[in-house]
């Protein structure tokens, strides 16, 4: 990090003082008798030469002590933990649980996470994912890479037994289905709630969970989507448009991110407990 840093430096330098020196025709740049362009060049050369090496620097930070801190801070939550930073869902698992995610078309995952929590099988990782897109302005268009969600997505097990997934997300976002109105008027207002059979949907979301639900989405200001599937899992996923166990070049200090990391994973956990104990 520290000698990227010292690259950067050096190659600004080299940009700003060597055309300078070299049309001054002194010294070493008289003798070199190289062209102002010349400086340019290997200024531009050795400032991207320490991007990258910072880049990479920051990549094995994670990789090492992140990897490190984040299993000592997972292991003290959860049983039977396998943690894999450079792991998660594919495409193909990510299409098949219907979340009323906006349309995507490219699935990035990472920071894996398999375990047991409080007797219930659990997976998550850091989801993104994005839509190309054409914007035109009626003369030209260009193509954009749009994104429609960031954040953590949680598969855990729960008991209940149900024939259709029950899908609910907040009204801001809209459901390729038929809505259910519940019973509570003001969760209607705030919540869209899909299920192919009215007898599920009512069987799930009870005024209990509604209550737990509104609880969830008053944690923090974030979007969530949630699906309690007939597969017998709950899946979660919280737009909150960053990765989980994240480290800055800034972060020198274990204790630091651990407490980082400890309270971001304290959050998701309130999620699950709301969600999973608000069947009972």
Do not use: W
Request: with cysteine.
């Amino acid at each position: 990090k520290i000698i990227g840093t010292i690259l950067i430096v050096i190659g600004v330098l080299i940009f700003i003082l060597f055309p300078f020196m070299a049309i001054r025709g002194s010294g070493f740049f008289e003798d070199l008798n190289a062209s102002p362009f010349f400086g340019v060049i290997i200024g531009i050369v050795v400032f991207a030469f320490g991007i990258a090496l910072t880049s990479k620097s920051s990549k094995d930070l994670k990789d090492n002590v992140g990897t490190t801190i984040a299993k000592e801070v997972l292991g003290s939550y959860f049983d039977d933990l396998v943690y894999d930073p450079q792991r998660g869902f594919d495409y193909r698992t990510i299409k098949s649980v219907d979340m009323g995610f906006p349309g995507f078309d490219d699935v990035e995952s990472n920071d894996h996470i398999s375990a047991t929590y409080k007797g219930h099988k659990l997976e998550m990782c850091d989801l993104h994912l994005t839509d190309t897109r054409v914007v035109s302005n009626g003369k030209t268009s260009r193509t954009e890479h749009v994104t429609v969600f960031r954040g953590p997505y949680i598969k855990i097990g729960y008991d209940k037994s149900i024939s259709h997934p029950v899908i609910i997300n907040e009204r801001a976002f809209l459901f390729n289905g038929d809505r259910i109105e519940m019973e509570n008027e003001a969760f209607n207002k705030e919540y869209n709630v899909y299920c192919e059979d009215e007898h599920d949907a009512f069987y799930i979301i009870t005024p209990h969970m509604m209550e737990r639900i509104e609880r969830v989405n008053g944690l923090a200001d974030d979007k969530i989507f949630i699906n309690f599937n007939n597969d017998g899992y709950l899946y979660i996923a919280i737009y909150n448009n960053h990765n989980s166990f994240e480290i800055s070049m800034s972060d020198d200090s274990s204790l630091a991110i651990k407490e980082s990391f400890k309270k971001e994973l304290d959050y998701l956990l309130r999620v699950i407990d709301e969600l999973i104990e608000g069947l009972n």
